[in-house]
């Protein structure tokens, strides 16, 4: 992130920590409170050795830091992160989904691919299910190369965990749009996988046989749009 980045979101800040400081807190200025907690995110630095970057007591860290992501989560989360609405396809509605690998089950909020494809509708989902996936590992590589405090264990109380989460992400976005480069990002992506190998090994979640037939409804469905609309 550069400079300048930076100095523009503590102006976007700004208005939430004014309604929010006390006294004490408004002794540190906006910009050094997003860079203590751009600096938490970006680094996988415990937060005693960010005090000493910052000359600030450790408690003082840890609170500024939770306080900038709070911040950033809600002044900026609607304008960067989208998700997306639920759609129909051939009367099935189909819900924002997690994809995963063969050793997941089958779930109405998560897809896999199909073990042993029986014909060209099943073959063409796995296709694009493991090109989609691949594309969505990279990006989450991108994501912890850029803000590398996701790849470690987290330092925070698990109440604050969302936020801490959210706040990269949202960060992450505003640098993307602007282009910011990221140093060795090719050491946190992984190579591009296939994922339908591994059903047999497949985790029991103790679905429903309500959820099971919802589930492959959903999976049906999006194999029947993706074989008809997208190549």
Not at 40 to 68: D, H, M, N
Request: aromatic share 8%; with cysteine.
């Amino acid at each position: 992130m550069t400079r300048r980045t930076l100095f523009e979101i503590a102006d976007l800040l700004r208005p939430y920590f004014m309604q929010k400081d006390t006294v004490m807190q408004s002794a540190i200025p906006v910009e050094e409170r997003v860079a203590i907690g751009v600096y938490f995110l970006a680094s996988r630095s415990c937060y005693r050795t960010i005090a000493l970057v910052f000359q600030k007591g450790t408690s003082t860290i840890a609170s500024v830091v939770v306080e900038v992501c709070l911040a950033i989560e809600h002044t900026l989360l609607k304008e960067e992160v989208h998700v997306s609405d639920i759609n129909k396809y051939g009367g099935v509605s189909i819900p924002p989904l997690i994809l995963g690998d063969g050793v997941y089950p089958l779930c109405k909020w998560l897809m896999k691919p199909y073990a042993v494809p029986r014909n060209e509708r099943e073959i063409h989902y796995n296709k694009i299910f493991n090109r989609s996936r691949n594309v969505v590992e990279r990006a989450f590589g991108w994501l912890k190369a850029r803000f590398r405090r996701l790849s470690v264990r987290m330092e925070a109380h698990i109440q604050n965990v969302n936020s801490i989460i959210a706040s990269a992400v949202i960060l992450h976005n505003i640098c993307e749009k602007k282009k910011h480069m990221i140093p060795n990002v090719e050491q946190f992506v992984d190579p591009p996988t296939e994922t339908y190998h591994i059903d047999h090994l497949e985790v029991d979640c103790n679905r429903g046989p309500s959820e099971r037939v919802e589930a492959e409804a959903i999976r049906t469905a999006i194999a029947d749009y993706l074989f008809t609309h997208v190549k």
